[in-house]
Protein backbone atom coordinates (compact mmCIF):
# COMPACT_ATOMS: atom_id res chain seq x y z
CA UNK A 1 0.00 0.00 0.00
CA UNK A 2 3.14 2.10 0.87
CA UNK A 3 4.41 1.64 -2.76
CA UNK A 4 1.26 2.60 -4.36
CA UNK A 5 0.69 5.96 -2.17
CA UNK A 6 3.93 7.07 -3.43
CA UNK A 7 3.91 5.84 -7.09
CA UNK A 8 0.53 7.31 -8.01
CA UNK A 9 -0.49 9.82 -4.75
CA UNK A 10 2.56 11.61 -3.90
CA UNK A 11 2.94 9.69 -0.69
CA UNK A 12 -0.28 11.23 1.09
CA UNK A 13 -0.97 9.59 4.31
CA UNK A 14 -4.24 7.91 4.44
CA UNK A 15 -5.51 10.36 6.92
CA UNK A 16 -4.92 13.28 4.46
CA UNK A 17 -6.40 10.90 1.89
CA UNK A 18 -9.89 10.22 3.41
CA UNK A 19 -10.08 14.56 4.44
CA UNK A 20 -9.02 15.69 1.20
CA UNK A 21 -10.60 12.91 -1.13
CA UNK A 22 -13.57 11.44 1.04
CA UNK A 23 -15.71 10.43 -2.08
CA UNK A 24 -13.21 8.58 -3.73
CA UNK A 25 -11.82 6.64 -0.57
CA UNK A 26 -15.14 6.28 1.23
CA UNK A 27 -18.33 4.63 -0.54
CA UNK A 28 -20.27 6.39 2.29
CA UNK A 29 -18.98 10.10 1.73
CA UNK A 30 -19.82 9.26 -2.26
CA UNK A 31 -23.08 8.20 -2.09
CA UNK A 32 -23.62 11.16 0.64
CA UNK A 33 -23.22 13.02 -3.09
CA UNK A 34 -26.20 11.33 -4.61
CA UNK A 35 -29.24 12.50 -5.68
CA UNK A 36 -30.96 8.66 -4.96
CA UNK A 37 -29.25 6.50 -2.06
CA UNK A 38 -30.09 2.57 -2.07
CA UNK A 39 -30.71 0.70 0.79
CA UNK A 40 -27.52 -0.90 2.81
CA UNK A 41 -27.39 -3.44 4.74
CA UNK A 42 -24.47 -3.35 7.05
CA UNK A 43 -23.63 -6.33 8.55
CA UNK A 44 -21.06 -5.85 11.76
CA UNK A 45 -19.61 -9.39 13.52
CA UNK A 46 -19.66 -8.24 17.28
CA UNK A 47 -17.12 -11.27 17.48
CA UNK A 48 -14.68 -9.33 15.54
CA UNK A 49 -12.90 -6.08 17.64
CA UNK A 50 -11.60 -4.92 14.17
CA UNK A 51 -15.21 -4.96 12.84
CA UNK A 52 -17.02 -3.77 16.18
CA UNK A 53 -14.42 -1.23 17.61
CA UNK A 54 -13.13 0.11 13.77
CA UNK A 55 -15.53 -0.31 10.74
CA UNK A 56 -18.96 0.12 13.19
CA UNK A 57 -17.50 3.54 14.61
CA UNK A 58 -16.29 4.18 10.52
CA UNK A 59 -19.62 3.86 9.60
CA UNK A 60 -21.24 5.72 12.50
CA UNK A 61 -18.99 8.77 11.97
CA UNK A 62 -20.14 9.12 7.97
CA UNK A 63 -23.72 8.68 9.09
CA UNK A 64 -22.58 11.54 11.59
CA UNK A 65 -21.36 13.79 8.67
CA UNK A 66 -23.97 13.04 6.29
CA UNK A 67 -26.95 12.55 8.13
CA UNK A 68 -29.14 12.33 5.15
CA UNK A 69 -27.76 8.59 4.88
CA UNK A 70 -29.13 7.64 8.62
CA UNK A 71 -32.23 6.43 6.89
CA UNK A 72 -30.98 4.34 4.57
CA UNK A 73 -28.65 2.56 6.35
CA UNK A 74 -29.66 -0.22 7.97
CA UNK A 75 -26.86 -2.11 10.76
CA UNK A 76 -27.39 -5.72 11.44
CA UNK A 77 -25.24 -7.23 14.15
CA UNK A 78 -24.63 -10.70 14.40
CA UNK A 79 -22.13 -13.24 16.54
CA UNK A 80 -20.16 -15.56 14.87
CA UNK A 81 -16.77 -16.53 16.98
CA UNK A 82 -15.51 -18.65 14.16
CA UNK A 83 -15.87 -16.42 10.85
CA UNK A 84 -14.16 -13.46 13.01
CA UNK A 85 -13.51 -9.93 10.18
CA UNK A 86 -14.12 -12.28 7.49
CA UNK A 87 -17.71 -14.12 7.38
CA UNK A 88 -17.68 -15.18 3.38
CA UNK A 89 -14.72 -16.13 1.25
CA UNK A 90 -13.42 -14.17 -1.74
CA UNK A 91 -15.45 -16.63 -3.97
CA UNK A 92 -18.47 -16.48 -2.20
CA UNK A 93 -18.45 -12.49 -2.13
CA UNK A 94 -18.08 -11.95 -6.03
CA UNK A 95 -20.68 -14.55 -6.50
CA UNK A 96 -23.27 -12.49 -3.98
CA UNK A 97 -21.86 -9.15 -5.85
CA UNK A 98 -22.68 -10.20 -9.12
CA UNK A 99 -26.00 -11.71 -8.68
Known sequence: ?????????????PS?????HAPRTNVL???ATQPELPSIEYWVNLMSAHDRDIQLAELDRAVEAHPR????????????????????????TLSLLNT
Open 1 to 13: MNALRNQRLDGLL
Open 29 to 31: SFL
Open 16 to 20: VLRQE
Open 69 to 92: LRDSIHVRPYVDGESKHNPLSKDE
